[in-house]
């Protein structure tokens, strides 16, 4: 007995249809993303990147949005003294890095502990069409071997996001600065005439184009060490 053969009507070729650009938009999204996540680990990595802004920030030159630079630190979810635990993650204008939390401060999380945190500056293509080191802040991004004290809130997401994370994720309190090192530096004045290059200033603590800017970043972050007796 002959089956009559199934038709296919103009609906469910709009389905297929549909269904195939899905699945190519999001195989092309992933190998975006992948191809972004290379280039940018390629260019923290290469001596010709440069940092794009010359930040020149003093860590008390306006108000943040809960009160002064101090104040705002000062009521964050959690302030540890932590280390990096893991190798930095690169998203789209983001830079992610596991800490071990080695002393709590403040917070409902105990030494131990792991954490996911998000810096302030990141890498990223430029309008050049370079990637660049974008300094938001003028603190150079964690570096391994190193302590910090890190001045962090807690992302809450969506309960079935949340579920499926291994750490809980953090947030700067301040684009200005979240972290510090636990004593004071005093890194070399940079020439803003010339390029910037990121290999030669990253184990900088922080980056300044003047003394006056070094000594005013000093100033505020004794200061804030002191208060939490770190000094």
């Keep these: 007995m002959n089956k009559k053969a199934k038709r296919v009507t103009p609906a469910k070729l709009l389905c297929l249809v549909m269904a195939v650009m899905t699945a190519g938009s999001l195989l092309l999204g992933a190998l975006t993303r992948a191809s972004y996540r290379h280039d940018v680990a390629d260019a923290a990595q290469s001596p010709d990147t440069k940092i794009l802004y010359n930040n020149k920030g003093i860590l008390t030159g306006g108000k943040e949005r809960n009160g002064t630079f ?21 998203q789209f204008q983001a830079l992610l890095v596991p800490l071990r939390i080695k002393k709590v401060l403040k917070g ?49 997401f969506h309960p079935a996001y949340q579920a499926r994370l291994e750490r809980d994720v953090y947030r700067p309190v301040s684009l200005e600065a979240s972290y510090f090192l636990p004593e004071i530096t005093e890194p070399p004045i ?42």
């Design 70 to 90: 101090k104040e705002a630190l000062f009521q964050a979810d959690i302030i540890v003294r932590a280390e990096l635990a893991g190798p930095e993650e690169y």
């Design 108 to 156: 409902d999380v105990k030494a131990g502990d792991f954490i996911d945190f998000y810096e302030i500056s990141f890498f990223s293509e430029a309008a050049t069409g370079e990637i660049a080191y974008f300094d938001v802040s003028p603190f150079n991004p964690m570096q391994p071997g190193r302590e910090y004290i890190v001045f962090a809130q807690k992302l809450n």
């Design 190 to 231: 940079l020439d803003e005439s010339k390029p910037v290059y990121y290999q030669e200033i990253k184990d900088n603590e922080f980056n300044c184009y003047s003394k006056e800017q070094r000594d005013a970043i000093n100033r505020v972050k004794k200061e804030i060490l002191s208060s939490l007796h770190v000094l």
